[in-house]
């Protein structure tokens, strides 16, 4: 059980990543208290080493059998000698959606003569706590944040081993508000976060007051294969989206706006021919590739995007500016992104919140496991170049990236937007 040295050490965490103010107490292993002033390696410290000392800072196993408090200190009888703990594995997983685990599979050597039997296990964290009243300096002090009591003692007779997996799990606090469970847009359940989100479009709840979603909060999704213009053949992928705006888009009538945060894994050209005449509404990257994507998207996702207009000029060096609709994904303009028309007309937009933050944003690449640090690649967007009849805007590859004009027969990635 995750005691309320647990809770305070949370909570100081919430309030400051290193200097704590205020009363955020903890109760050291010893029975003495402290206001924290600083934490170390929290949530988890993943290389915990395993602790005989009743006072020492790490896991310990113990022969007690009370069942497990809020308020322990310590565990009930700590085994200090007879015995030897190694740590062979830590691994992080998630059983379910908020609920993030650490497994650690403990090596237990009963080095003693007579049967040892292990009923309980802790985890110990050293933190740095605020002198006793009076004193003169700051101190670390180990406290313990988990204690578990086993289901099924382990018994390890004399000179044998034993293996003990041993977990810390942070269980999400239930929320709900008019009937819908309020989850993370990150790691909650499809069904949760598309209830929320219609739940929003009624007006029963609010995504940031109530859900506590921000722009930037990602979300992994499937992506079935697709064939895009050309007969580009698009593999299956899990890809990440974001939530870049809340509210609505052209009077659609939306909650928040998305992107795709990462690149569709393959380049891909905006039209067949060399022209922008016609506009963004006569590419092949809207007639046929991005139909084909929004039919790959998972059932959830696809059935609540808004149907939406896009504000893009006419092409041909036109600086006309004509509403193309019947959109449910669509290609960001230069504007949304940059904040200005440096190769495209104005009036197609203005820069959507998550694109102000940092050039950072803008370097996508198509493989989520590498992250910004990767080559960027260069991306898609849906402004025609006023000065040529052949080209459109793309985001470059460079650092930090920027935007430039390109043929339209070539082939770049894409990244396209939502409306929900």
Avoid at 196 to 211: C, E, K, N, S, V
Avoid at 298 to 311: E, H, I, Q, Y
Wanted: charged fraction near 15%; hydrophobic fraction near 35%.
């Amino acid at each position: 059980m995750l005691n309320q040295n647990y809770e305070n050490l949370l909570a100081a965490v919430l309030v400051s990543s290193a200097t704590i103010h205020g009363n955020l107490p903890v109760i050291g292993v010893n029975g003495s208290p402290r206001f924290l002033t600083g934490v170390f390696d929290f949530p988890f410290n993943r290389t915990a080493v395993p602790a005989m000392g009743t006072l020492e800072a790490g896991i310990s196993i113990g022969t007690g059998n009370t069942a497990p408090t809020k308020n322990d200190i310590n565990l009930e009888q700590t085994v200090n000698s007879g015995a030897n703990i190694t740590l062979t594995s830590t691994v992080t997983r998630c059983d379910e959606p908020g609920a993030p685990v650490l497994e650690y599979k403990l090596t237990v050597t009963n080095t003693g003569s007579e049967p040892l039997i292990i009923r309980e296990i802790g985890y110990k964290q050293t933190l740095k706590g605020a002198p006793y009243p009076g004193g003169t300096s700051s101190e670390n002090i180990v406290c313990l944040i988990d204690r578990t009591v086993l289901d099924t003692p382990v018994k390890i007779e004399a000179g044998d081993a034993g293996i003990i997996q041993y977990s810390l799990k942070v269980t999400p606090v239930a929320r709900s508000k008019a009937g819908v469970n309020l989850v993370s847009f990150t790691w909650g359940s499809d069904a949760d976060v598309a209830a929320m989100i219609d739940a929003a479009r009624t007006g029963d709840i609010d995504l940031q007051t109530d859900g506590f979603w921000r722009v930037g909060d990602t979300r992994t999704i499937h992506l079935d294969a697709f064939t895009g213009g050309n007969n580009v053949s698009h593999l299956a992928q899990d890809i990440e989206i974001v939530i870049t705006q809340f509210g609505d888009y052209n009077n659609c009538g939306a909650v928040l706006q998305f992107d795709f945060g990462e690149l569709v894994n393959k380049d891909q050209r905006m039209a067949a021919t060399a022209t922008n005449v016609g506009g963004y509404s006569a590419t092949e990257m809207y007639t046929t590739t991005i139909p084909a994507m929004i039919e790959a998207l998972p059932a959830w996702l696809k059935s609540r995007l808004k149907t939406f207009d896009v504000f893009v000029s006419e092409g041909n060096k036109s600086s006309t500016i004509e509403t193309v609709g019947n959109n449910k994904l669509a290609l960001r303009s230069e504007v949304e992104i940059f904040g200005a028309s440096s190769h495209s007309v104005p009036g197609e937009g203005s820069q959507i919140a998550w694109y102000k933050c940092s050039d950072a944003v803008r370097k996508k690449t198509d493989n989520r496991t590498v992250g910004m640090f990767s080559a960027g690649k260069n991306w898609w967007l849906r402004s025609p170049d006023p000065e040529y009849n052949n080209r459109f805007c793309c985001v470059t590859s460079s650092s930090p990236p920027n935007t430039s004009i390109s043929p339209t027969t070539t082939s770049y990635y894409f990244a396209p937007f939502g409306c929900l």
